[in-house]
């Protein structure tokens, strides 16, 4: 017995045919169970069609109205509920073009018993935009009839366009490379991979070419198991995209995303969205939006996606730690640790990062070296925010001055390599300082292991949707 996934190529899970379909398949003499994915409205690259589409019509786009127009209802109840889904991709577009007005229009199928008094209100509406100042555009998000290239939806849908001054786009939905990378990435979400077919993409903050290479090298063990790319920065959408088509170019179907943050929640929003993971603005943080004030756009791609981040949230840190403090300390009695990080602007969020430091301590107090140290403590510099950035930086320079006065103070650089800003914050005080950061062998084992642990759930195999 073999359970099957249907993939409706339909927009709306409203469509009359579809709906037709879903009723008369299970009549088919079939020992197995069928399931249903979603319908294409569902994904944001079908989004993406819309997007392109209304951009290769746009001139002025705060001069102009877009209707979004459907095909094939059949009675006001499927009318409505294709309405909500080509609403879907009217929301979509206004993220990232903000159009005068955009509008949805449904028109029915020719058979169906309303269709002529629907389908004048239908006209009516585009009408109304048409005769409004500035541009009319309208983008066929529809898969309409076509027997050939004069008997088809769009042929018809071009001539009556033309004669009340709408732009019309030149394709419906087919054709477009967005269609084939949806398909397959539906497939993909229900066939579980072979580990050859697992990819990762590994993003570092990235700094200059001495830190990357630290990162490389830290990274470097992994490559004899899996394919990586590495994306340096901070959630940048095209260093993302770069690296996502690369492992789909060697044949990679599904990817672990690795934020090689601190914390498990740095740019996680943000890459969620880029990645498709999420289709909410809202979960964006910071207003939903980058720090351009647009929202960045979304991957194209086939592949599923398990993401993982956090390393400082891992007790093996405190191996690291304890390492970079025997390297600098001579004289643990005569000498306090200050193990600095780089913070968080929030008040409450610095504190759960520096409760991390400190069950960091914790364990290094229980080694025998640690335990003769005079103190061992967590700061963070806060160092983006100029305005929490003066208080902690002032706090911290007190204490290692107070520390020095009466024995050695050692600055560990509590962050992934080098040590940033420290030595122009810290000018002019007598301490030690260990740069070397947490990139080390430790890390490369909690890499591998995160990365195993996400490949697993890539490659395990997912349940038949039901219907």
């Known amino acids: ?11 709306s899970s409203a469509d009359p045919i579809l709906a037709n379909v879903m009723a008369s398949l299970p009549s088919y003499d079939y020992s197995g169970s069928i399931g249903w994915a979603q319908p294409m409205a569902d994904s944001y690259l079908i989004g993406q069609i819309i997007l392109d ?9 705060s001069d102009e109205g877009v209707l979004i127009v459907g095909f094939g ?8 509920a294709m309405q909500g889904d080509l609403k879907k ?15 949805q229009v449904v028109y029915y199928d020719r058979a169906a018993p309303e269709a002529e008094e629907r389908n004048r209100v239908a006209d009516s509406l585009i009408t109304h935009m048409a005769a409004k100042k500035g541009r009319a555009l309208a983008v066929m998000a529809s898969l309409g009839p076509k027997f050939d290239h004069g008997m088809s939806l769009m042929s018809r849908m071009k001539t009556q366009f033309r004669e009340i001054d709408v732009v019309l786009s030149d394709e419906e939905l087919l054709p477009h490379p967005n269609v084939l990378r949806w398909l397959k990435k539906t497939a993909n979400a229900y066939q579980p991979a072979a580990a050859s077919e697992v990819g990762v993409v590994i ?10 290479d630290a990162v490389e090298q830290m990274v470097a063990p992994l490559r004899a198991t899996y394919a990586i790319e590495m994306a340096f920065g901070m ?3 095209r260093i993302l995209q770069e690296a996502v088509s690369n492992l789909e170019a060697r044949h990679m179907r599904k990817i672990v995303f690795v934020r090689l943050y ?3 929640r740095h740019l996680k929003e943000r890459t969620d969205y880029i990645l498709g993971l999420t289709d909410s603005p809202t979960a964006m943080g910071h207003g939903g939006h980058d720090t351009t004030g647009t929202y960045p756009p979304q991957v194209r791609t086939a592949a599923q996606f398990e993401t993982v981040g956090g390393y400082e949230e891992t007790s093996d840190v405190a191996r690291i730690l304890h390492e970079r403090i025997v390297e600098i300390s001579t004289a643990p009695a005569d000498e306090t640790v200050f193990l ?5 602007k929030l008040d409450e969020d610095d504190a759960k990062w520096r409760a991390l430091i400190n069950a960091h301590i914790e364990t290094l107090k229980q080694d025998p070296h640690c335990a003769q140290l005079k103190a061992i403590r967590a700061a963070t510099v806060r160092e983006d925010w100029p305005d929490k950035r003066d208080k902690a930086v002032k706090d911290i320079r007190d204490m290692i001055e107070t520390a020095s006065q009466t024995g050695r103070a050692l600055l560990i650089a509590d962050r992934l390599h080098g040590s940033g800003p420290y030595p122009k914050l810290f000018q002019g005080l007598d301490y030690t300082l260990n740069d070397k950061g947490l990139a080390h062998p430790v890390l490369t084992g909690w890499l591998r292991t995160a990365i195993d642990r996400a490949a697993a759930t890539l490659t395990a195999p997912r349940a038949t949707p039901s219907r």
Do not use: C, K
């Not at 017995?1 to 927009?11: C, D, E, G």
């Not at 991709?89 to 005068?100: E, I, N, Q, S």
């Open 203 to 212: 993003m570092p903050h990235g700094a200059n070419q001495v830190w990357n």
């Open 235 to 237: 959630g940048d959408a």
């Open 73 to 80: 209802a059949t009675d006001q109840n499927n009318e409505r």
């Open 340 to 344: 600095v990080a780089h913070g968080e």
């Open 89 to 103: 991709l009217a929301d979509y577009l206004g993220r990232y073009h903000h159009f005068r007005e955009t509008q």
């Open 262 to 264: 601190a914390l498990t």
């Open 53 to 61: 589409r209304a951009a290769a019509l746009s001139r002025q786009p």
């Open 1 to 11: 017995m073999t359970n099957l996934i249907a993939i409706p190529l339909f927009l």
